[in-house]
C-alpha cells in the first residue's frame, strides 16, 4: 500500500491545515483533491491505533462530507470513501501511514521550521501518534 499527498503550491503555509490531494493506492484506489492532508493522516494514525487495539470496524471522519471507513478481517483490511475503495492488509496500512506522516512533518519541518510548525496543533498531534506508535513498536 501506499499513501501520496501533494500540497498546493499555490497556498501559503497555514499552520492550521495543509492542503492539496491526498491518494490512498493499494488493491484499488482512494483520491480526494482539494482537502486537507494533515487532517486525513491525523485520523488514519488513530484509525491505526484503533485497529491495533482491536478495533475490526471504524467509520473515521476526515473533514469531508464522508468519513473513511474500515474494515479488518483477520489481517485484511478493506476502506472505503465515498464511492472508492481498496483491499491492503493492516501492516501495509500500518507502514504506509507512518511513511507518509512522516514525510509530511519532515518536508515541513524543512520548509517552514520547527517553530512555525509547532504553532500547528494537527501537526502536533501527528507527531504525538508518531512518537506513540514508535514507544509500542
Do not use: C, K
Not at 490531494?21 to 493499494?26: D, H
Not at 468519513?67 to 478481517?73: I, K, S
Not at 507502514?95 to 517553530?115: C, H, Q, T
Amino acid at each position: 500500500m501506499q499513501i501520496s499527498w501533494r500540497l498546493d503550491s499555490e497556498a501559503d503555509f497555514v499552520a492550521e491545515a495543509q492542503q492539496g490531494r491526498i491518494e490512498l493506492e493499494a488493491d484499488g484506489i482512494i483520491v480526494q483533491e482539494r482537502t486537507f492532508i494533515d487532517f486525513w493522516l491525523r485520523a488514519l494514525l488513530e484509525a491505526l491505533g484503533s485497529l491495533e487495539s482491536g478495533a475490526t470496524e471504524l467509520s473515521v471522519d476526515v473533514d469531508e462530507p464522508d468519513p473513511v471507513v474500515l474494515a479488518e478481517h483477520r489481517g485484511a483490511l478493506n476502506i472505503s470513501y465515498g464511492a472508492q475503495s481498496l483491499s491492503t492488509t493492516v501492516r501495509a496500512f500500518e507502514a504506509a501511514v507512518l511513511e507518509s506522516a512522516r514525510a509530511l512533518v519532515g518536508y515541513l519541518r524543512l520548509a517552514v521550521g520547527p517553530e512555525v510548525l509547532a504553532e500547528s496543533p494537527t501537526i502536533s498531534s501527528i507527531q504525538s501518534l508518531i512518537n506513540a506508535h514508535r514507544d509500542v513498536a
